[in-house]
Nanobody
Framework: QVQLVESGGGLVQAGDSLTLSCVAS????????MGWFRQAPGQDREFVAA???????TAFANSVKGQFGISRDYVRTAWLEMHRLKPEDTAVYYC????????????????????WGKGTQVTVSS
């Protein structure tokens, strides 16, 4: 079973930066499209960003475009770089993996992903 573990969340002030990481339990991680989603209390799960298996293609939600970055290595790790954080960025952030090619799925849809981490809390104070 593929397991994904997120880390790096915490409490920050508005305007700060924070980087989240996602580590997979197997080295076939390098074959997966990887995505980040977030969910605030009482809200639906929201797409944040995604990156293709080779790192050559990325996608971002309009709400974070120009603010967040996504990257990966070719072993087991993906990162979400968050800058100029705002209180509305407060949420549990989840890492997700899909074992299909970037061009065979819609990376902004949560049901495209078969593997999920348990999430890490990001809280941004005013």
């Amino acid at each position: 079973q593929v397991q994904l573990v997120e880390s790096g969340g915490g409490l920050v002030q508005a305007g700060d930066s924070l980087t989240l990481s996602c580590v997979a339990s197997v080295n076939t991680f390098n074959q997966y499209t990887m995505g980040w989603f977030r969910q605030a209390p009482g809200q639906d799960r929201e797409f944040v960003a995604a990156i293709s298996s080779n790192g050559g293609n990325t996608a971002f939600a309009n709400s974070v475009k120009g603010q967040f970055g996504i990257s990966r290595d070719y072993v087991r790790t993906a990162w979400l770089e968050m800058h100029r954080l705002k209180p509305e960025d407060t949420a549990v952030y989840y890492c997700a993996g899909a074992d299909r090619d970037w061009f065979s799925l819609s990376p902004h849809l949560w049901d495209a992903y078969g593997y999920w981490g348990k999430g890490t809390q990001v809280t941004v104070s005013s």
